[in-house]
Every structure is written in C-alpha cells, then in structure tokens.
C-alpha cells in the first residue's frame, strides 16, 4: 500500500491527487450540499467573525475572564443582563471566556500549520526534485511520521519535553508536515517534465533557482489549500489536548479546557461545559467549508 | 507477495525504530529524568541511590541499547505510584480498551453502511441533503465534546444511560457510540465513493441484465465489491481509534489504557508513560501492517502493483 501511495507513476492532476492518496482523502471533509461560492462566502464570514471576536476579545468584553464573584455562582444564560450567557462555577463571565478562550487554539491552530506547512512544503519540493535516495529518505520519514498517532507523540513529547504552549506548536506541526510533503512533492514530480523547466535548465538556471522560481510558485495553490484543511485539523487536537489536560492549565480560559473544567457541573450548570464547544465546532466548521470550496474551485 | 511483505515490515520496523528513538531522546535530553520522578526536595544521595536503581548512571548509548532491550522483553521500572512493575500496570489495563475500540468499530460500520450506501443510491436531493448535512457538521465535532453532549442529553437529561463509570454492559454505550460517531465519516465517504464506482462495473450491469433482483444485485455484487476498501480505511483511522478511546476514557471515566496514561502523566509516574506509550505505538504500528496485508490478500491487484510498478 505504502509503495502503492508514493509510486511516482502516479503522479496526476495534482487535485485530484488529493482525491486519489487515501491520506490526503481522509483530511477532506465530506462536504454539505452547497455551491462552492456560497460556501466560500459562509465559510470566510464566519471564520473572520470568530478570528476577530477572539482577537479583539479584551475590547469587546470588558470583563476579566478571571474575575470570581461567588455570589454570582452558575448563573443560567439570560438570568442576569450582566451576564449574557450566564456565569461558571465560581462565577466568572461566560462570555468573556468565551471569547478569551479562543484566542489561544486559534493562535496554536495558525502557528503550527505555518510551521508544519513550512516544513513539508519545503521538504516535499525537496524530494520531489531531487529525487534518488533524498527522496527515498524523506517519504519513508513521512511514511514513519504518519504511521505514528499524533496522540502518542503528543503525550511522550509534553510529558517528558514540558507542558508549553510551543511544545504544543511542535507536535500539532509534526503532525501536519507529512500531508503538505505528499503533496508537495506529487506536484513538484510533474512539474519538473514540464518544459519551462527544461528550458530554464538549458539556460543555465541554478538548482537552488529552479526551486524558488519555478518550483514553489507550482505548488502555491494547492498548499494553500492544504493548509486549510490543515488548520481545521490543527484546532480539533489541540482542543483535544487541551481537553486532556496537556496543555494550558487552570485558570486561563481555553475552549477544551473550559469543557474539560465544566463537566463536573452537566446536570446542575449545563451551559458550563456545552458553549466552549459551540466555539470549537463553529471554527472547524467554517474552516471546512472554505477549504471545500477552495478543492471545488481548482477542480474547475 | 514475498516483496511486498517484506518492504511492508521495513517500513513497520523503521516507523517503530523512530518512535522509540524519540520516546527515548524526549525522556534523556529533556531534563534529568531521575529529578522529574523524584521530590523537588529529595536529598542528593537519594537521587543517586534512584539514579543506580534505575540504571540511569550509565553512558547514554548503554541506555539508549537497554531500553531497546526492554522494549523487546516489555519490561519497564516499577510504578512509582502502584509500586509493581509498569508493564503489569499497562497490561491490566488493555482489556478495556480493547472492548471500547473493537465495539465502537463494528458500530462504526453498520452505520457508515448505511449513511454510505443511502448516499450513494439516493437520486432525490433532500434524501442526500439528509444524510450529507448531519455527517458534514458532525466533522466538526471534537470527539471529546461529542461525548460530553451525548452524556447531557442521554445521560442526564433523558437518563437512560449512565454517564461515567464501568461494570455493566450500559457502561459501554455511550463511549463506544460516540467513538463509532467519530468514526463514520471517513468510513462512509469512502463506501459512498466505492458503491457508485461499483455500481457502474460491467459485471453489475451483467446482473441486472440476467434479470437479478435489485436486493440481489445489491447485495451479492455491489456491497462485496464496495466494502473492501472499508478495510483500509479503518487501517487509516486506527489513529482516531486511538486518539478518540484515550480521550473518551476521560469523559466517561472508563478504565482503560487512555486513563491510566493521562492520570500517569499528572502524577509523574514516568514508568507507567514509557511503557504505555511503547505499549500502543507497538500495537498500532503492528495492525497497521496487519491491514495493510489483509488488503494485500484479499485484492492481488495491490500486491501486484507494488511489485510492478516501483
């Protein structure tokens, strides 16, 4: 199956070598029945909402997301003008932690697909034009690198390396690099037959130019798309690890953290442990639809 | 046959080579092990003593070989915490999380068979719309805020099912829906995808013309056909098998593999991470190449392929 995946004979369209790799097919989402360009328009809409509701949360909310007030304790959405949706446990603004506990899986969420991104990106350039044993070495790496869960990287690298906000950044990119690799170097394989770069060969070009000038620009589009799929993935672990507690703790606002702390009060304080999530699900949901209609767009 | 098997191993062994070498660097050049195990407070002869109980005084290539060693043999230090030895504490762990993991599958298919297959026949467009909108949001669901939505709403608001807990075949509900819920996506684009490139092969058309009924043709022609590239699929999710069992465990407070790593990781009880980390990353690198060589069987087209075209 491996050889199969990485047969450089199989080098097509390079969208609908997202289509055909069965590891690139996994990160497309199965998408809702919309045209393309209105679910580019929702998609961007609501992420930009949400991208600048959490950016601009300290402006938008004036209240501390720290701030306790115990005689306020659990209060339901609604309840009290004061506190649109509500207060916690210990009676801090829900809202403002909403907002405030976005800003860091959004921040993680870009960090790591730029880095990730960057990575393979340049690593799959790399392979696809050298060729030889560079890339026999780097796809079998890419190979390792998938084969093993990120959940399990995660766990050993924060356990033994830290509990850091970067040592999140790391192993979200880790994760990511082998996607942006494939298709990268995919791409790139059949660039190089191409005949501007024969031609740019027979002027005398520098490998190290062939790369910048007629190399990367090739691959622009599709790791743009990448990247967004790449991004919706991004947010889901890290929330996931946030989740788990092997990221931000206690008491700064974090969507999966603020689920994880909200649990304990399901029946009593609903609201608690459900509305961090609704940020979540609505951020990998726009995210999704642009990177759809980014596919749809490139297939035409 | 023999070729595809063989490189399909290399890559197994390098990919598992990799793991260990990391888990190894992450535990030696992160910080000093013993220290992280140890109280702050601990007196120097302490940490030496532990430091020499642990064989942590050795070169690190001494290290680095027995740990390879250990791995082979699956024997760790003793708990910190439990006081025996990490691999007994890992082991008594696994049965729950196989049970989790093996039952959210098989759940898993039944309902990506369905959603797939409605997919694929439905010509209407508000059939489809049905089925491709709940699925696509579904995608967006984090697998640990999934589990805590289906615990308020069947747990405790319609309180049919416990929330939490171990012991009773209830128990096993709710993280092994939310766990096949997570599951079905992939699965079901997948047999969407298969089942219409099926339904459009010779042989079919030959059924329906030798006059077979439409179940039949359904089910002796296309849903074979169409479920074998399921196999590779759950291959390729056995990660969000893995990841999502960990993660439930915590929601529903089940006693699995999951649990005792996080709660090993709060309480520092290093052994117990080393050995089940090795433990999974083991057992998920093998069954990788264990799908990889059922499809391998069961399609020669793949073995074939590998031979021919590389």
């Avoid at chain 1, 600048?52 to 005689?71: E, F, I, S």
């Avoid at chain 2, 940490?47 to 760790?76: I, K, N, W």
Wanted: with cysteine.
């Amino acid at each position: 199956m491996t050889d199969l995946r990485t047969a450089p004979s199989e080098v097509a369209d390079p969208v609908e070598q997202i289509g055909a790799d069965p590891v690139l097919r996994a990160t497309r989402s199965l998408r809702p029945p919309l045209p393309a360009g209105a679910a580019f328009v929702v998609g961007v809409g609501l992420l930009g909402l949400l991208l600048l509701a959490t950016l601009l949360a300290p402006l938008l909310v004036p209240t501390d997301p720290l701030l306790q007030d115990l005689t306020k304790i659990a209060l339901a959405p609604g309840a009290d003008p004061a506190h649109p949706l509500g207060t916690d446990q210990v009676g801090r603004d829900m809202l403002s932690r909403l907002l405030h506990g976005g800003r860091l899986p959004m921040t993680i969420g870009a960090l790591s697909v730029l880095v990730g991104g960057a990575l393979g990106s340049l690593l799959g350039v790399v392979a696809g034009y050298a060729g030889g044993v560079v890339d026999t070495v780097l796809s079998r790496l890419a190979d390792a690198q998938l084969a093993l869960p990120t959940i399990l990287v995660a766990i050993t690298l924060l356990t033994f390396a830290g509990r850091s906000t970067s040592n999140l950044v790391v192993v979200i990119a880790l994760g990511g690099w082998p996607t942006f690799f494939r298709v990268c170097r995919s791409q790139v394989l059949s660039t190089r037959e191409r005949a501007f770069v024969a031609a740019a060969v027979a002027m005398g070009a520098s490998r190290t130019r062939i790369v910048l000038t007629h190399l990367l620009p090739a691959v622009r589009g599709l790791v743009v798309v990448t990247a967004t799929l790449d991004f919706s993935r991004a947010l889901l672990v890290a929330s996931g690890l946030t989740y788990l507690g092997l990221g931000v703790q206690p008491p700064h606002p974090d969507w999966g953290l603020m689920v994880a702390e909200g649990q304990t009060y399901l029946a009593s304080a609903w609201w608690i442990a459900t509305l961090p999530g609704v940020g979540i699900i609505l951020a990998v949901f726009a995210t999704n639809l642009i990177g759809d209609a980014l596919i749809d767009r490139a297939r035409r | 046959m023999t070729t595809y098997l063989l490189r399909r191993i290399g890559s197994s062994l390098i990919a598992l080579w990799l793991v260990l070498t990391l888990v190894f660097f992450a535990l030696h050049l992160a910080g000093d092990p013993v220290r992280l195990m140890l109280d702050p407070s601990a007196s120097e002869e302490t940490v030496a003593a532990f430091r020499e109980s642990l064989g942590y005084d050795a070169p690190l290539v001494v290290q680095y070989l027995r740990f390879l060693g250990s791995v082979a043999t699956f024997s760790f230090p003793d708990s910190l915490r439990f006081r025996v030895p990490a691999s007994d504490v890992v082991l008594e762990k696994v049965g729950p999380t196989a049970e989790l993991a093996v039952t959210a599958i098989i759940i898993a298919v039944a309902v990506a068979l369905l959603v797939g297959y409605l997919g694929a026949q439905a010509r209407r467009g508000w059939v489809r719309a049905l089925v491709t909108w709940p699925v696509s949001v579904l995608q967006a669901f984090p697998t640990f805020y999934l589990g805590v939505v289906l615990a308020l709403v069947v747990g405790v608001q319609l309180g049919w099912l416990p929330t939490g807990g171990s012991g009773t075949p209830a128990h096993l509900v709710l993280p092994a829906l939310t766990l096949a819920l997570a599951l079905v996506p992939a699965i079901a684009r997948t047999l969407r995808a298969s089942t219409v490139r099926v339904a459009g092969e010779d042989f079919v058309r030959t059924a329906r013309a030798r006059g077979l009924r439409r179940s039949e043709v359904v089910g002796r022609h296309i849903l074979p056909n169409a479920l074998l590239p399921v196999i590779t699929v759950i291959g390729l999710e056995l990660g969000t098998v893995l990841g999502g069992s960990i993660v439930l465990e915590k929601v529903f407070s089940w006693p699995g593999l999951g649990q005792l790593m996080i709660t090993s990781v709060v309480n520092r009880d290093y052994p117990v991470v080393l050995a089940s980390v090795t433990f999974l990353a083991v057992v998920f690198i093998v069954l990788n190449l264990l799908v990889d060589v059922a499809y391998g069987l069961i399609d020669p087209r793949i073995r074939i392929g590998a031979r021919g075209r590389v």
